[in-house]
């Protein structure tokens, strides 16, 4: 679904391209096209520029007649009636008329490029007019259509690999439809943000937070080899760049309590000072530099709202799945197949990171 949004969003930034490419180059054709039209204007002499001015005065002031004033009316309402012509009046829309027919079979009406609209980001379509994205959008709709129809005649609906990624899609449709109505509606509420709020500043426990660089490494031989470099006065960068391995600087502070309390002891507690010890993270084997320290403070309701929200997501889907596998009696085992008790948290952190 993810690929088929983003195959779509690009064939609308192409056609919007090429739609702002050609207005741009027919206004540049018209300017040059008038600019030329003013350059080859006949040139004349000032005496005879004169003598042609004075002409015209002289006709003007012998030539006005009590008809002067209903010649210029009727030259006005010329002007006026040209100037509706130029610009039509837009047709009146009634219902839900049917803009795009293919094959007397697939029909789009106005309500469904309308739906579409909706979802375009705007600054995808800045300063484009309602009309021209309409039209960009039922082309895209044409598109979509034909290509679908297109791999259809090729069999590839029949598949088994396009059969078990739609059994797939089905499933967390119906996952984040449910998610959607029964639970996001609580992480939006203001009255249970705010109550969430003051249940943070009650356990809010006072530390520092850090900002750290490290070097992450494969094998302890590696990270012993890497903190005897560092000794000896090799660049930190230096060695983030040449061993790579996602090692890197990380520009935002975090709550020192966050890392586990091994790693703590690893992380320097001087700015701009480098770990003397590499520290164990899962598999890896990772060296520390503290960039910065500060006294953690609670955060303003507003800065904290986004957190909240995940602590009242992760709190009502734990309570959902509680209350549902009681409902249908869950029996949870062991990789060997030995019952164990059912990990709740687990499951509804892992249910709802795959849903960001």
């Known amino acids: 679904m993810k690929f088929k949004i983003g ?13 702002s490419y050609s207005r741009a180059v027919k206004d540049m054709f018209t300017k040059d096209k008038d ?55 837009k047709e009146k829309i009634v219902g839900d008329p049917i803009v795009l027919k293919i094959n007397n079979k697939k029909i789009f009406k106005r309500s469904d490029i309308l739906a579409m609209m909706k979802t375009v980001p705007v600054q995808l379509v800045q300063g484009m007019s309602a009309d021209k994205l309409f ?19 090729a069999g590839m609906d029949k598949t088994k690999e396009y059969l078990d990624q739609l059994e797939k899609v089905k499933e967390r449709l119906l996952f984040e439809m449910f998610v959607a109505k029964e639970i996001m509606p609580k992480t939006q ?4 943000l705010k109550a969430r709020y003051q249940k943070y500043l009650v356990n809010f426990k006072a530390g520092d937070e850090v900002k750290v660089s490290y070097i992450m490494l494969n094998t302890e031989k590696e990270a012993k080899e ?24 990380i520009d935002r502070y975090l709550p020192l309590n966050v890392f586990p309390e091994d790693v703590q002891k690893q992380i320097p507690t001087a700015k701009g000072k480098v770990a003397k010890d590499f520290a164990k993270l899962n598999d890896k084997f990772v060296i520390f530099r503290l960039d910065d320290k500060r006294a953690m403070k609670p955060l303003v309701f507003e ?10 997501m992760r709190e009502e889907m734990d309570n959902m799945v509680m209350r549902l596998s009681k409902q249908f009696k869950v029996e949870n085992f062991s990789e060997s197949g030995k019952p164990i008790p059912l990990s709740i948290g687990s499951i509804s952190n892992s249910q709802q990171s795959t849903t960001k």
């Open 303 to 312: 800065e904290a709202k986004p957190m909240l929200q995940q602590m009242i």
């Open 135 to 153: 039209e960009l959008l039922k082309t895209q709709a044409m598109i979509s259509y034909l290509v679908q129809e297109q791999a259809k005649k």
């Open 35 to 89: 600019a030329q039209q003013i350059d080859e204007r006949p040139q004349i002499s000032n005496d005879e520029q004169k003598t042609s001015e004075n002409k015209v005065e002289n006709e003007s002031q012998n030539n006005i007649t009590p008809n002067t004033k209903d010649k210029e009316e009727i030259t006005a309402d010329n002007s006026n009636q040209t100037e509706k012509q130029a610009t039509p009046e």
């Open 7 to 19: 195959c779509a969003m690009a064939v609308l930034t192409c056609l919007y391209f090429d739609l």
């Open 226 to 249: 890497t903190l005897d470099a560092l000794s000896k006065g090799t660049n930190f960068e230096k060695l983030q760049k040449d061993k790579g391995n996602g090692s890197e600087s």
């Open 189 to 192: 509420s203001e009255a249970t």
